[in-house]
């Protein structure tokens, strides 16, 4: 309820039991006194109900008088209703509105429906053990069955309904009735023709495991059907690009928990199963420490990311290009064809008499065969411009050897050259958890915005930064979050067929708790550069937090398909998900192939803990005290950003298994 002058904080404990009754029970709105007071105090006899009614009927005339409202009337005999208020326009019921909106049956009428009801009649109502509690849930129902059929007539016959005003009723819906396949068969047909099947499959998992774990049983064939339907159209446009590893597209499986012991075996193998050409891009640096070598190093990684938007090749990610690379040249052919690796894009800088030169070459692992090969002017005493062309020339070599297509995108990522240069060597930095890196990374990225203002790549590198600052640093405020979510949210305005920004804004919303608005940026970002494992990686860990732990399952399978010699991360995102599957043997296995297990220190003491296992899970606490003394439980669970409460109390309860603190 809310006046004209604003809601009301405070009311008598009775108030808005007896505004209801006499709203929703008494067509006349009015009641006698023992009629009401037998429902309000059934367990007592009469003459105690009429005192407790007298008491609390002279707290609500005086709390009226102090508002001056005269809603609810008395007298000796009867107690009424007074609405002349709310026909004036002074005081506001939700419930009545909820009831008018419900009646006119048209769009706007249903949104403002949607936000109206805001849950349960009485929703913080206690227990009385009265006639009046049976009384209530009753109407309870009627009115949940009111809106829930609202709700579902209007979706029916959506067809000419705003997508927005689509969304908004089906996840109302959804809010109020779990069960009810129509609200996600909506958000589903929506996510499809916004072509995110990554969104689709985490709708129709959300669904399917509701009713399976509740209900016991499965989808409505409508909703299986719609869910294949989509996920087959969307592999149709990628022309055979399979965003969805083959195994989960088994609708019904037991589920995570039936995973075999090495839940990653034959990630190789699926990668193989695209049919698509894989391509690595690697830099064989002489002297690392170069600054050439390492711009050098970070075009390649740039040039990777543009082969990213093709739909024909299967991209490996920079990490494990960058391991193959430093395999000796007697087994980089062995190692890449080890991984089903078909080209490699080979490059090197060298010095010629004087001057750099970047050499390229394009070779065929099966055969051994150079395809194409060119050399570049690559120094400081070049025209910046010729840093952006050398990356596009190469692209568009690889691309007509490979495939000659969908680059036009990509050629138009920046008008700038030297505000690409910049980005080039922020890049090389902002991916390493150090802060004086990092600094010197939002720097670079700065420099680049001084020569283009709107320079989309360089803001999205400014986001990336901060939030791996504020990871870096244990913030516990969300300042440094805030500020690069305003960057990002920049950047996509900027460049709105870009990624990059829209996966910093999915990790950003992840650490704010947004998750919702999480999944939502991955999903985008995945529907434009479905190849890139990083992105899928932190889109796994997103779906961990959000608490679907089997299609994190999936992502993070998928990312090893591309990086298969990935960095430490992926493999403590997987093990955090195999812990939360209760799979500890497995979480173990892959923390210990971190190159160093001990920054995972707290979650390999809990997986060790949890096999029964305490000489392990003491070495592993000791190892995480000594990095953070100042770690407890409490403080960890306010901060740690888990959606649901029986995953938070899960990851909480095994921290006390090693008295972690």
């Not at 009429?50 to 002279?58: E, F, G, I, P």
């Not at 009337?73 to 009545?96: C, H, Y």
């Not at 109407?139 to 959506?158: G, M």
């Not at 940026?521 to 899928?536: G, I, N, P, T």
Request: with cysteine.
């Amino acid at each position: 309820m809310t006046l004209e002058s604003g809601p009301i904080t405070w009311v008598p404990a009775n108030f808005f039991r007896i505004l209801a009754y006499l709203l929703l029970e008494e067509s006349s709105h009015s009641v006698s006194r023992s009629k009401l007071a037998q429902i309000l105090w059934s367990d007592s006899d009469p003459s105690h109900a009429l005192v407790n009614l007298r008491q609390s009927l002279a707290r609500i005339r005086k709390f009226q008088d102090q508002n001056a409202l005269n809603l609810i009337q008395m007298d000796a005999i009867f107690v009424s209703l007074n609405l002349e208020q709310v026909r004036a326009g002074l005081v506001w019921i939700d419930v009545m509105a909820v009831i008018g909106l419900s009646q006119n049956g048209d769009v706007e009428s249903v949104l403002e429906c949607c936000d109206a009801y805001r849950g349960d009649l009485l929703e913080q109502n206690l227990l009385q053990h009265s006639d009046f509690d049976d009384w209530l849930d009753i109407k309870r129902v009627e009115l949940r069955d009111t809106i829930i059929s609202l709700l579902k007539r209007v979706l029916d016959h959506a067809t000419v309904m705003p997508v927005e005003a689509k969304c908004q009723c089906a996840r109302k819906l959804i809010e109020i009735d779990a069960y009810q396949e129509v609200g996600y068969r909506t958000l589903m047909r929506v996510a499809g023709q916004l072509g995110q099947p990554g969104k689709v499959e985490r709708l129709f998992r959300e669904c399917a495991g509701k009713l399976r774990d509740d209900l016991d049983v499965d989808p409505e064939e409508q909703t299986i059907r719609l869910y294949r339907d989509l996920i087959s159209q969307s592999q149709t446009d990628s022309k055979g690009q399979q965003n969805i590893p083959r195994q989960d597209l088994i609708l019904f499986d037991t589920g995570l928990n039936s995973v075999s012991d090495d839940v990653f075996e034959g990630s190789q193998k699926e990668a193989s199963h695209e049919g698509l050409p894989k391509i690595a891009v690697i830099h064989l640096a002489v002297n690392p420490m170069d600054p050439m070598e390492q711009l050098a190093a970070s075009l390649v990684d740039d040039i990777t990311l543009g082969l990213c938007q093709l739909n024909t090749l299967w991209v490996v990610a920079p990490y494990t290009a960058s391991q193959i690379a430093t395999s000796s040249i007697s087994t980089l052919h062995q190692t890449s064809k080890g991984l089903g690796i078909d080209y490699i894009i080979n490059s090197k800088v060298t010095q010629i008499f004087g001057s750099y030169v970047l050499s390229v070459c394009l070779i065929k692992i099966g055969s051994q065969e150079v395809v194409w090969v060119e050399s570049h002017k690559f120094d400081d005493v070049l025209p910046e411009q010729q840093y952006r062309q050398i990356s596009i020339r190469i692209i568009l070599s690889v691309a007509s050897v490979i495939e000659k297509k969908e680059l036009e995108r990509y050629n138009q990522l920046s008008r700038d050259p030297t505000a690409y240069s910049w980005y080039l060597i922020g890049q090389g930095e902002v991916d390493k958890f150090d802060v004086e890196k990092l600094h010197q990374a939002r720097q670079s990225f700065k420099n680049a915005l001084n020569v283009s203002r709107d320079f989309a790549p360089a803001l999205s590198g400014i986001a990336r930064s901060m939030h791996r600052e504020w990871l870096v640093l244990d913030r516990d405020d969300n300042f440094l979050l805030l500020e690069a979510e305003k960057i990002a949210q920049r950047a996509a305005m900027a460049d709105t067929e870009d990624g990059r920004p829209l996966h910093e804004l999915g990790i950003i919303s992840m650490y704010l708790g947004r998750f919702e608005d999480s999944l939502d940026y991955f999903d985008q970002a995945e529907s434009k550069s479905h190849q890139h494992a990083d992105l899928l990686a932190d889109y796994s860990d997103a779906l961990l937090h959000y608490g679907n732990l089997d299609l994190a399952l999936a992502k993070i399978k998928h990312a090893f398909a591309h990086n298969p010699l990935a960095p430490d991360h992926y493999f403590w995102t997987a093990a955090g998900i195999l812990h939360n599957l209760g799979q500890h043997a497995n979480a173990i296995d892959y923390l210990s192939r971190m190159k160093n297990p001990r920054v995972a220190s707290r979650l390999m003491a809990a997986c060790w803990a949890e096999l029964g296992e305490n000489k392990e899970a003491n070495r592993y606490k000791s190892y995480n005290l000594a990095g953070s003394p100042k770690f407890r439980i409490g403080d960890w669970a306010r901060n740690i950003c888990l959606r649901l409460p029986v995953q938070l109390a899960r990851n909480e309860a095994s921290f006390p298994a090693v008295r972690l603190q």
